[in-house]
């Protein structure tokens, strides 16, 4: 995320009931071309990248920053939640605001990892930046994501059109309990 200020970076791993949040390793390489290269992942993405590419882009460990998490199950990479701020966002809701994005491998899906990983998210920023409310943007059609945003506690802020498809911008304040 940028602008963390004095938050230290990276924080300890963040361990849930099941999962544990952390930084990318070199071991997390493979996993994340995966995900990249996914076209199930990406359906509401705009597509997935080529692996090709992929595989000659991501040549050691990922790419490390600020509020950059790997979600971790029993020692292997499933997904990742990615916390940043834009500060230029054309979406006046979202403009300044916290943004939570998650990617999941589709072996991952339908078990509760994205709602656990994504709140043990939530409740990092919360003791790390107290009083910052986030935003997260999806497609209305991912009907998987709507669930997951409602379950988070995001509240509907805005819809609007992008990439040829119905937009749904939500916003969660502070005190908003995770889910």
């Not at 999941?104 to 930046?129: N, Q």
């Not at 379950?151 to 805005?158: D, N, P, V």
Request: glycine share 10%; aromatic share 8%.
């Amino acid at each position: 995320m940028e602008d963390l200020g004095s938050v230290a970076w990276p924080p300890e791993p963040i361990t849930t009931e099941r999962l544990v949040l952390r930084e990318p390793e070199f071991r997390d390489r493979a996993a994340f071309v995966e995900l990249l290269a996914s076209p199930e992942v990406h359906t509401y993405l705009g597509g997935p990248r080529p692996r090709d590419e992929l595989e000659r882009e991501v040549s050691g460990v990922p790419e490390r920053w600020p509020g950059s998490f790997v979600v971790d199950l029993d020692g292997s990479m499933i997904g990742q939640i990615l916390l940043r701020r834009n500060e230029a966002d054309r979406r006046p809701a979202a403009a300044g605001k916290a943004d939570l994005g998650y990617l999941f491998l589709p072996r991952a899906w339908g078990s509760g990892y994205a709602a656990e990983a994504c709140g043990a998210a939530l409740g990092w920023l919360a003791d790390a930046l107290p009083g910052e409310p986030v935003v997260l943007t999806t497609q209305t059609a991912n009907v998987r994501s709507m669930r997951l945003a409602a379950k988070l506690g995001f509240i509907e802020a805005e819809r609007f059109e992008a990439w040829g498809a119905e937009q749904w911008l939500g916003v969660r304040s502070p005190a908003t309990p995770s889910g």
